[in-house]
């Protein structure tokens, strides 16, 4: 079961807020508010108005507006991005010291640890393919009464763990996540589980790909294909303010299978 509650939420807006860094600001180390512009110091900084929507009820949003200055970090890589919210992805999730997170340009959650970029290819489990996924569960041989299973839907599944690991970006309480100009997340989910308190600004988010959508014949009378990601998910969380923030997919056509477009 999902609980969110106290949440402010801002569609994407043209206006994005205006930041600039200058040009010998370095990656990776923390920056302390000296060696910001005094706008992107400011802005990174301001919390929830109060009175301003379900994101300031109780003690209000102000994510990580009391970062130390040694937790306020210029991050343009993943691996820079997962070291600014704890070091670690698999336990992020508990770090809860308030810190601030300015994106810089784009991140790529297909981004390895060398920084090339990986593929759906580099994802899929040894036992896994779409060309026999789709022969084996071809309603014309698998039907229409149950959803797939056995060998083959459990390799799609530990592909898409394999992805999942990834590309899923854990996040803690106390944040502020705020993006320059152009700062996108590609092919990433930002996942706030028991996370409190967080900001979410100017980011523009893109195509968070599932390579592994999983058929259901018994979802609506055609069937369909789900996707498992979301740009932003929030699970047991509370007091958000996402605003000013920008969700997009690529324009590419989508296949088709089963007469069902393959999402």
Known sequence: MRRLTAMACGA????????????????????????????????????????????AAGDGTTGGSE?????VHVVRTRAELIE?????????????????????????????????LMTCDDFADPDYSLDAYLAAYDPEVWGWDSDPSGPLEEARIRSQQNQQAQTELIVGSNTTLLGLPGATLRHATLMFNRADNVI?????????????????PTDGSAGNWNSFYDY????????????????????????????????
């Open 200 to 216: 979410v600004r100017n980011l523009t988010f893109e195509d968070a790909i599932d390579c592994f959508p999983r058929w259901r």
């Open 12 to 55: 994407a807006v043209a206006g994005a807020v205006a930041l600039a860094l200058p040009a010998s600001a370095g990656p990776g180390p923390a920056l302390g508010s000296g060696d910001l512009p005094e706008i992107a110091s400011m802005i990174a900084r301001q919390t929830l108005s109060a009175g301003d929507g379900w994101g």
């Open 67 to 71: 970062a130390a200055p040694d937790q």
């Open 84 to 116: 600014a919210l704890g070091g670690d992805n698999s336990s992020n999730q508990n770090n809860d010291t308030s810190k601030i997170v300015i994106v810089d340009g784009v991140i790529d959650g297909f981004e390895a640890a060398d920084g090339t």
């Open 232 to 263: 932003v998910s929030v699970r047991r969380g509370s007091n958000f303010w996402i605003d000013h923030n920008t969700f997009r997919t690529s324009t590419d056509p989508l296949p088709e299978y089963f007469g069902r477009k393959y999402e």
